[in-house]
């Protein structure tokens, strides 16, 4: 096996063993569910985000730069938007010949349904792309993008983004299924 190879069966595991079984059955109400105030996620077209005015014609992710300290609690809308698009997104266009994904346009996900889509999406280019790469492609920088280390760290960087970002999401989904105390067994 190469070691493309085996870095894409590190994530490939994680996420057919515990990640996307995790996701099955994610409804609307709980893609959305801000269990705290102030919750960052992502909002409908008309409605005014942290860092944008009000769109009227799409979704959009609330953000500031600088990031806030301490880091608001984000929604699994908003966890999910941030694995799709910051993790794999911009390296899917970056380093395996993708569409340029730009956080500020992106069509981000109304719905539970459309974000599993757009996710499958992405992690299905992400994993190809990664199988695809030689050990000299995962020695050297990528040719193109404004990451300057090695294609093996990269790799290795958004294993771990995924992995974690998805430990955050199942939290999320416990804690909606146990509010109060009380199991919602639609889970």
């Not at 070691?3 to 515990?18: F, I, M, V, Y």
């Not at 994993?127 to 695809?132: D, F, I, L, Y």
């Not at 090695?150 to 992995?163: A, K, S």
Request: hydrophobic share 35%; charged share 25%.
């Amino acid at each position: 096996m190469r070691r493309s190879e085996r870095l894409a069966d590190q994530l490939d595991r994680h996420w057919h063993k515990n990640l996307r079984p995790r996701l099955h059955g994610l409804a609307d109400e709980e893609y959305f569910w801000e269990p705290v105030r102030d919750c960052w996620s992502i909002r409908p077209p008309g409605t005014p985000t942290v860092s944008m005015p009000p769109s009227s014609e799409r979704w959009t992710m609330d953000f500031a730069s600088p990031a806030p300290v301490p880091a608001p609690v984000t929604t699994i809308a908003w966890r999910l938007a941030h694995i799709i698009v910051s993790c794999l997104g911009y390296r899917v266009g970056w380093h395996f010949g993708g569409q340029e994904v730009d956080s500020q346009t992106f069509a981000y996900a109304g719905s539970a349904d459309e974000a599993l889509e757009q996710l499958d999406e992405m992690y299905g280019r992400w994993n190809a792309g990664v199988r695809e790469l030689s050990d000299t492609d995962l020695e050297n920088p990528p040719a193109v993008g404004p990451e300057h280390f090695p294609m093996e760290g990269i790799v290795l960087h958004v294993n771990r983004e995924l992995i974690h970002h998805g430990a955050e999401i199942s939290l999320l989904r416990d804690l909606y299924r146990w509010q109060d105390g009380a199991v919602l067994h639609r889970i």
